[in-house]
């Protein structure tokens, strides 16, 4: 039983706002949405988290609709180095585990 | 740099081996945490801790052990290594300071059990 979909895989052209889209119909009000990439087979990275406003930092900015269903992880100026496995994580605010799931690959091309 | 750690990188050894894959932290984080990933597969929790003296069995049944004994290290054992237990180990911990208990991940191990 999944919290959230993400598409499987996505391409974006080099330079240009990669926007990853995440369906989370049944997050609950307790409940963060938490964003993660893996580039290659390193460790995942963390990106940025919200709970109920939009959120942005040095990486990315994360959109979280107003009825919370669903999120949008934005790459303003996506590079060759963002080719990575995001993640689109929920973890209630008293649960700490995390739970990866497959993600969406991102392919950014030249 | 990095503030988790993680060793050895990379490990070849034989069947029946006893192994510990080491991990140690700086940040001071008490919530510490194994995955096992096998190439191209998501990430399976199979231990975590959230502080000394306790460990919990994560999502994925696993074989291996853990032990919390201080904050900064949270090692993993495999008392017998078979090939099934082939892949690799990540590490990760969390704290207050890291984007309301974000993971901070090593670049963990990667085991091959001939």
């Known amino acids: 039983d999944a919290k959230t979909t993400q598409p499987p895989s996505m391409d974006c052209a080099e330079g240009r706002a990669a926007n990853l889209p995440c369906n989370h119909s049944?997050?609950?009000?307790?409940?963060?949405v938490y964003w993660y990439r893996q580039i290659h087979s390193q460790g995942p990275q963390y990106i940025i988290h919200?709970?109920?406003n939009n959120e942005t930092n040095e990486m990315a900015s994360l959109i979280i609709t107003e009825d919370r269903k669903s999120s949008t992880l934005i790459l303003p100026h996506a590079t060759l180095r963002d080719t990575a496995v995001y993640y689109c994580?929920?973890?209630?605010?008293?649960?700490?585990?995390?739970?990866f799931g497959a993600g969406t690959t991102v392919t950014v091309r030249a | 740099e990095a503030d988790i750690y993680q060793t050895p990188r990379y490990l070849v050894i034989g069947t029946g081996k006893k192994i510990t894959l080491e991990c140690s932290q700086t940040?001071?984080?008490?919530?510490m945490y194994w995955y096992q990933q096998d190439p191209g597969m998501e990430l399976h929790l199979i231990h975590y801790s959230y502080g000394v003296n306790s460990t919990e069995k994560g999502d994925l049944s696993s074989e291996s052990t853990v032990s919390r004994i201080r904050t900064e290290h949270f090692p993993l054992t495999l008392e017998s290594a078979r090939p099934s237990h082939t892949s690799q180990y990540l590490c990760?911990?969390?704290?207050?300071?890291?984007?309301?208990?974000?993971?901070?991940f090593g670049s963990g191990t990667r085991l091959t059990v001939v």
């Open positions: 049944t997050i609950s009000g307790n409940e963060y």
């Open positions: 940040m001071g984080h008490d919530k």
């Open positions: 990760a911990s969390s704290g207050k300071s890291t984007g309301n208990y974000g993971y901070t």
């Open positions: 919200g709970l109920k």
């Open positions: 994580i929920v973890r209630p605010r008293d649960d700490y585990k995390l739970s």
